[in-house]
């Protein structure tokens, strides 16, 4: 029993992981109707940002703060001069250039930090193990569960109950109406996007110390974001966070108890959600 | 520059065949190549050795999980080279580089580029087995000489082998079956191995087993994790609820890292005595691993610290040349250039008649950084020692120190 229960707390560990990513590509395409492919690449910048302030600074919550801002900034690199003038075209081409920028992010990533495998270690405190249940847990992951829960809470409370969030939910709802109530859209898109690809970097540093940081994990994390998003809902908040969990327990179930075919698992569970849901399990009530 | 080489070697070819025999560094070739090839008066290059180039292709990878190894060998290749001013056998050498993307398809496309388009006259590299079992029939037919100075399958020196294909690095059995007896003598009577669920993986544990189980040894449960995995916790509970007194592991890049650390944060490392096949705790992954790697056991055919004169030499000049420390990986491209180079210089140069130089390839033998490097005459497999490191603290790093040579190991393949 206390086999399946530490493995249900490692899944909730790597589900929040999850969720952080899925969190800004969600609402990036809730709001913008992008899936931004670029994302991954994203992630990998803010996790190379860390990894450099880390070694500059020798201090963890400094590039925990730092490098989300920097990649936001990259973010607006982006969006502002890219894809702003590609919103009137069809979805393809902004899908073809955020797929450019990937390619982009990683070359640009491996020419800055180069092709070998580097980590970043937990930071101080959390670098050790504590005993939970007769066995050793990382206090590290602990913190990462206990972190993205505060985040869920706090990014769902300024959705729902900020001027703010509201603005940004009328966007999701009616675009055309929002704009006539004298919101200005485009400045809202850009927000998002900053936010969206500001939330990426803050997964790339979290998730450093776990998954560690190399070129081919920005392509990696990208297709499992992209499971959650879809099983979760496209362009809901709710359906990231429960997305996120739910496909972080199924991975982490599958390998324990069908490692033969842990790798299908996740597919799996998506298959069954999006034939029982279409919209995925929070799709549909949100738009 | 490389440019140059390029243009400079493809007005090269018709003048080869046009001379035929001359290409040996005739005197006529010599001085038809001297009016014809500003790119050789501009390298200051004697105008005996302005005789057409030797062309190398290199096809390793340069992206992706494995890109670091590519470029190691590659670094490795440009020291030995640069120490012989690019001349082997009275020729210019010049190379053109691919990149096989660790996807078999991908490098069957760039080794039928190499050879019929580029008409190289040797291929060297390949770093994913894979690539190397794809591509081996199309070597074999054309005969095309092909150093592989990385990729280690077993198939390549048995079942799959060719007169062809030289292997200057290793077979996944060569590293792990010596240190399964020496495990059961060192380290515990039991074990649980784990590896990546892949050809090599899997017959890197099947290798230990040779010889852990017939000295006494008894497996008590094997745990397959896919290649690339990302989260290994679900892995690690299941390995201690198996209660090991010691694991043999084969994890090599990102796969290493994720292990080793997720191993260490649960207390793995601390509970069971962790060994592993070299690539685990090579020089690519360690600084990455860090404390997570300290006290490791691993077999390889080579160690960073290893003392002799030739490693001393070849670690210095890596790190000085490129500000990094030499690897595996850099020791085997060194390695290939030399045999390639050594190979040249028997067969005088003479690139055309592929079984003379198949035969100087073969009896050539050196000091190696590695210790004695000499080519199985069967199989065209390395024949070389296979030591025992340990993960220590030398000094501000953390190296692979050899501490036993488990002795000359061949294939067994024949």
Known sequence: ?287 | MGEDRRVASRKAITRRTLLCGAAGAGLAGAAVAGIGSPAARGFGVPAVLAAAPVKVGLLVSYSKVYGQLGEDITAGMTLYLDGVGWTAGGRRITWIREDEEIDPQVGVRKARKLIEADGVDLLTGIVATPTAYAIRDMVHNSKTILVVSNAGGNLLTRARRSPYIFRVSFTSWQVSAPFGKWFYDNVARTAVLTAANYGFGTESLAAFKETFVPAGGRVTGEVLPPLNNTDYAPYIAQIQKLGPEATYNFYSGSDAVRFLQAAQQYGLTKASRTTGAGFMVEQDVLPAEGAAALGIYSPLHWALTLQNPENLAFTRAYKARFKRDASVFAMQGYDAARVIVEGLNRAGGNTADKDRLVEAMTAVRFASPRGPFEFDPNTHNVIQSVYVRQVRQVGRDIANVAFVNLGRIADPGK
Request: glycine residues 14%.
């Open chain 1, 1 to 287: 029993m206390t086999f399946y229960l530490l493995q249900a707390l490692n899944g909730c560990a790597y589900g929040m992981l999850l969720f952080l990513l899925a969190a800004g590509l969600s609402l990036i395409f809730g709001l913008m109707e992008i899936v931004n492919l670029a994302h991954g690449g994203f992630y990998l910048l803010g996790a190379y940002l860390g990894l450099s302030i880390v070694r500059w600074t020798g201090s963890f919550w400094l590039a925990l703060a730092i490098a989300p801002l920097i990649t936001g900034g990259a973010g607006f690199l982006l969006e502002w001069p890219f894809l702003r003038p590609l919103y009137r075209r069809t979805h393809l081409d902004q899908i073809l250039l955020t797929f450019g920028f990937a390619f982009v992010l990683t070359d640009l990533t491996r020419w800055l930090w180069g092709a070998g495998v580097q980590s970043l270690p937990a930071p101080r405190g959390l670098d050790q193990s504590v005993v939970i249940l007769g066995t050793l847990f990382p206090a590290y992951r602990l913190f990462v569960i206990g972190a993205g829960a505060a985040l869920a809470l706090g990014l769902w409370l300024g959705l729902v109950r900020s001027r703010l969030g509201a603005v940004v939910r009328a966007g999701v709802a009616n675009r055309e109406m929002t704009q006539a109530l004298g919101i200005d859209v485009a400045a809202v898109f850009t927000g998002v996007f900053v936010f969206g690809t500001a939330l990426a970097g803050l997964a790339g540093v979290a998730a450093a110390p776990i998954l560690g940081v190399f070129p081919g994990v920005d392509f990696e994390i990208l297709i499992v974001t992209l499971i959650v998003v879809v099983v979760g809902g496209l362009g809901t908040f709710s359906g990231a966070f429960w997305g996120g969990l739910l496909i972080g327990e199924a991975e982490t179930f599958g390998k324990v108890l069908v490692p033969q075919a842990a790798l299908v698992v996740i597919y799996i569970v998506m298959a069954a959600v999006l034939l029982a849901r279409p919209a995925g399990l929070f799709g549909g009530r949100a738009r």
